[in-house]
C-alpha cells in the first residue's frame, strides 16, 4: 500500500508503523536501549561510513524514535524527520545547522519569549546575529537579507497577537533569494500546512498539542524536502563543503542516495551527535500516542475555543478577544488562507477593562481552568502574560509584544464547552 496517498488523519493512526515483524506488537515498542550489537565488523564500519543507514546509538537514533519521526513526516506532508528533546532544542538545531559566527537570520518579531531568548542573546553569543522584521511586512525579509542571511524564522500562530504568519509571502521572498523559510508550527498542527505555501522547513514543541496531554516535552523538525540547498551552494557552506567532522562528507552529496534530506541527516549525524538533545524513547513513545488522535483533538480544541471566544466578545468586563476568527482586514484574511476548515488554533487571548489587578483576579478565581505556563494540553489552561510570561519585559516592550496589563491568554482544552465557559464566567464576575 503507498501510506503517501492517505489522508494525513489517517497518517497520525498509521504512518511508520505497522506491527512489531518479532511478536506482532501493534503498539509501537518502547525500544529502552542505548544501543544496537552490530552484525560483524564490516557492518559496524558501514553504518559508522553512512554506506548502510542503521542504529548505532540511541543518542543518534532509536527504533521508537523513528516511527515517530516517520509518522510526523508523512502527516506533515514532509520527506523525513528528527525528534529532539524539546522545542528548544528543535530551534536551536533548525538555526545551528546552517548559520555558523558571522552568519544572520531573519526572523518574525512575534515569537514564543524562549525563541525569543535564543535567537537576541544565545545566538549572539555564538556570533550568529538575528535581525527582527515585522512579520506583517514580508519585503521586510527581503530588506535584512544579505548575503549572509542563513534563513528566515516565524511561528504560524504567534501568541500573544494570535495574527497568522504570511507564510507563502515570505517564503516567496526567499526563494527568489535562496533563503529557506522555517516554520515554527506548535500552535498549528494540522490546521496549518506550511509545506504548501513554500515552507521549507516545519519545526514543532511537541511538548503542545502533539503531545496533548501536559506529560512530555519533545521537539521535532520536518524536511520539506523541497528547498535546493545545492542550487544556493554559496549561502549553505555547512551543507556544500566537506565536513571535517565526518571524514569530508558533503551533505548535498552524501543524501543524494536517501532523497532530498540533506537538511535533516546532517542535523542528525553532526548537530545530535554532537550535543546530543534526543528524546528518550519513552517520550517518544507518548508522542506517538499523541500524534494518533491529535487530528481528533485538535478539531475539538478549535471548535471550543471558537464557543468560548465569541461567549468572551459579549461579556461587559472584556474590551477586546484576540481570536483569528474574530479579526477583520488583513489578519482575517490570512487566518483563513492559512488554516484550513474556520479552525482557528485553541488560543484564545482577551483583555479585561480593570487591567493588571483584573486579570490576576481572574486567574485566581479559575476552579476548572489550571493556572499554568504551558498551552496544548488537553486541559483548559490560562496564564495572566504580564506578571509571568512576559514581566522581564518593560511594559513599553510588552505592549509592542501585544501583552496590555490586563490580557489574559487561555489554551481552551477538550472539555465539555458549557463547563468551560462556568468556569470563565464565574472568574470573571470576581475580576
Ligand atoms: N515554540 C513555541 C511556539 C512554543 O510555544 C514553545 C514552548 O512554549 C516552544 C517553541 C519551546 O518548546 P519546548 O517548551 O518544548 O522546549
Same mark, same amino acid.
Request: charged share 20%; glycine share 8%.
Given at each position: 500500500?503507498?501510506?503517501?496517498?492517505?489522508?494525513?488523519?489517517?497518517?497520525? %493512526?498509521?504512518?511508520?508503523?505497522?506491527?512489531?515483524?518479532?511478536?506482532?506488537?501493534?503498539?509501537?515498542?518502547?525500544?529502552?536501549?542505548?544501543?544496537?550489537? $552490530?552484525?560483524?565488523?564490516?557492518?559496524?564500519?558501514?553504518?559508522?561510513?553512512?554506506?548502510?543507514?542503521?542504529?548505532?546509538?540511541?543518542?543518534?537514533? #532509536?527504533?521508537?524514535?523513528?516511527?515517530?519521526?516517520?509518522?510526523?513526516?508523512?502527516?506533515?506532508?514532509?520527506?523525513?524527520?528528527?525528534?529532539?528533546?524539546?522545542?528548544?532544542?528543535?530551534?536551536?538545531?533548525?538555526?545551528?545547522?546552517?548559520?555558523?559566527?558571522?552568519?544572520?537570520?531573519?526572523?518574525?518579531?512575534?515569537?514564543?519569549?524562549?525563541?525569543?531568548?535564543?535567537?537576541?542573546?544565545?545566538?549572539?553569543?555564538? +556570533?550568529?546575529?538575528?535581525?527582527?522584521?515585522?512579520?506583517?511586512?514580508?519585503?521586510?525579509?527581503?530588506?535584512?537579507? &544579505? &548575503?549572509?542571511?542563513?534563513?528566515?524564522?516565524?511561528?504560524?500562530?504567534?501568541?500573544?497577537?494570535?495574527?497568522? $504568519?504570511?507564510?507563502?509571502?515570505?517564503?516567496?521572498?526567499?526563494?527568489?533569494?535562496?533563503?529557506?523559510?522555517?516554520?515554527?508550527?506548535?500552535?498549528?498542527?494540522?490546521?496549518?500546512?506550511? !509545506?504548501?505555501?513554500?515552507?521549507?522547513?516545519?519545526?514543532?514543541?511537541?511538548?503542545?498539542?502533539?503531545?496533548?496531554?501536559?506529560?512530555?516535552? +519533545?521537539?521535532?523538525?520536518?524536511?520539506?524536502?523541497? $528547498?535546493?540547498?545545492?542550487?544556493?551552494?554559496?549561502?549553505?557552506?555547512?551543507? #556544500?563543503?566537506?565536513?571535517?567532522?565526518?571524514?569530508?562528507?558533503?551533505?548535498?552529496?552524501?543524501?543524494?542516495?536517501?532523497?532530498?534530506?540533506?537538511?535533516?541527516?546532517?542535523?542528525?549525524?553532526?548537530?545530535?551527535?554532537?550535543?546530543?538533545?534526543?528524546?528518550?524513547? !519513552? #517520550?517518544?513513545?507518548?508522542?506517538?500516542?499523541?500524534?494518533?488522535?491529535?487530528?481528533?483533538?485538535?478539531?475539538?480544541?478549535?471548535?471550543?475555543?471558537?464557543?468560548?471566544?465569541?461567549?468572551?466578545?459579549?461579556?461587559?468586563?472584556?474590551?477586546?478577544?484576540?481570536?483569528?476568527?474574530?479579526?477583520?482586514?488583513?489578519?482575517?484574511?490570512?487566518?483563513?488562507?492559512?488554516?484550513?476548515?474556520?479552525?482557528?488554533?485553541?488560543?484564545?487571548? !482577551?483583555?479585561?477593562?480593570?487591567?493588571? &489587578?483584573?486579570?490576576?483576579?481572574?486567574?485566581?478565581?479559575?476552579?476548572?481552568?489550571?493556572?499554568?505556563?504551558?498551552?496544548?494540553?488537553?486541559?483548559?489552561?490560562?496564564?495572566?502574560?504580564?506578571?509571568?510570561?512576559?514581566?522581564?519585559?518593560?511594559?513599553?516592550?510588552?505592549?509592542?509584544?501585544?501583552?496590555?496589563?490586563?490580557?489574559?491568554?487561555?489554551?481552551?482544552?477538550?472539555?465539555?464547552? #458549557?463547563?468551560? %465557559?462556568?468556569?470563565?464566567?464565574?472568574?470573571?464576575?470576581?475580576?
Amino acid at each position: 500500500m503507498d501510506k503517501s496517498k492517505l489522508h494525513p488523519d489517517t497518517l497520525a %493512526l498509521h504512518g511508520g508503523w505497522r506491527a512489531d515483524p518479532a511478536t506482532g506488537s501493534v503498539a509501537a515498542p518502547i525500544f529502552q536501549t542505548t544501543s544496537y550489537q $552490530f552484525r560483524d565488523t564490516e557492518h559496524a564500519s558501514d553504518l559508522f561510513a553512512l554506506k548502510e543507514l542503521g542504529n548505532i546509538y540511541t543518542r543518534i537514533m #532509536n527504533p521508537t524514535q523513528d516511527i515517530l519521526e516517520q509518522r510526523i513526516a508523512m502527516v506533515e506532508g514532509g520527506v523525513a524527520a528528527l525528534a529532539v528533546a524539546s522545542g528548544q532544542a528543535a530551534s536551536t538545531y533548525c538555526i545551528l545547522n546552517i548559520a555558523s559566527a558571522g552568519d544572520n537570520i531573519v526572523t518574525s518579531t512575534d515569537l514564543y519569549g524562549g525563541t525569543w531568548n535564543l535567537f537576541a542573546n544565545t545566538l549572539k553569543q555564538i +556570533g550568529i546575529e538575528a535581525r527582527f522584521v515585522d512579520p506583517q511586512d514580508p519585503e521586510a525579509f527581503a530588506r535584512a537579507t &544579505d &548575503d549572509k542571511t542563513r534563513c528566515y524564522y516565524a511561528e504560524t500562530l504567534p501568541n500573544p497577537k494570535l495574527e497568522v $504568519f504570511p507564510i507563502k509571502e515570505v517564503a516567496d521572498v526567499g526563494r527568489k533569494l535562496g533563503v529557506p523559510l522555517i516554520i515554527d508550527n506548535t500552535a498549528a498542527p494540522m490546521i496549518c500546512r506550511p !509545506f504548501e505555501s513554500g515552507a521549507a522547513i516545519v519545526m514543532y514543541s511537541t511538548t503542545k498539542y502533539v503531545g496533548g496531554h501536559g506529560t512530555t516535552i +519533545g521537539g521535532a523538525v520536518i524536511d520539506g524536502g523541497n $528547498f535546493d540547498w545545492e542550487a544556493n551552494a554559496k549561502r549553505f557552506p555547512l551543507l #556544500n563543503t566537506p565536513d571535517p567532522s565526518y571524514h569530508g562528507a558533503i551533505w548535498t552529496q552524501a543524501a543524494k542516495p536517501l532523497g532530498p534530506i540533506a537538511y535533516v541527516l546532517r542535523m542528525r549525524v553532526t548537530l545530535l551527535r554532537d550535543i546530543g538533545a534526543a528524546e528518550s524513547p !519513552f #517520550n517518544a513513545f507518548q508522542l506517538i500516542q499523541g500524534l494518533e488522535t491529535l487530528p481528533l483533538r485538535m478539531r475539538r480544541h478549535c471548535e471550543n475555543a471558537a464557543i468560548v471566544a465569541k461567549a468572551l466578545a459579549k461579556h461587559p468586563k472584556v474590551t477586546k478577544v484576540i481570536y483569528p476568527g474574530l479579526m477583520k482586514g488583513e489578519a482575517r484574511r490570512r487566518a483563513d488562507a492559512y488554516l484550513q476548515d474556520g479552525l482557528y488554533g485553541g488560543l484564545v487571548g !482577551f483583555e479585561l477593562k480593570d487591567g493588571a &489587578d483584573a486579570g490576576q483576579r481572574f486567574i485566581d478565581a479559575l476552579e476548572l481552568l489550571y493556572h499554568v505556563a504551558n498551552i496544548g494540553d488537553a486541559r483548559s489552561l490560562a496564564i495572566h502574560p504580564a506578571s509571568t510570561t512576559h514581566s522581564q519585559l518593560s511594559s513599553e516592550d510588552q505592549i509592542a509584544s501585544g501583552v496590555t496589563p490586563g490580557y489574559v491568554r487561555l489554551s481552551i482544552g477538550l472539555e465539555y464547552p #458549557n463547563d468551560i %465557559l462556568a468556569d470563565i464566567h464565574q472568574a470573571l464576575d470576581k475580576a
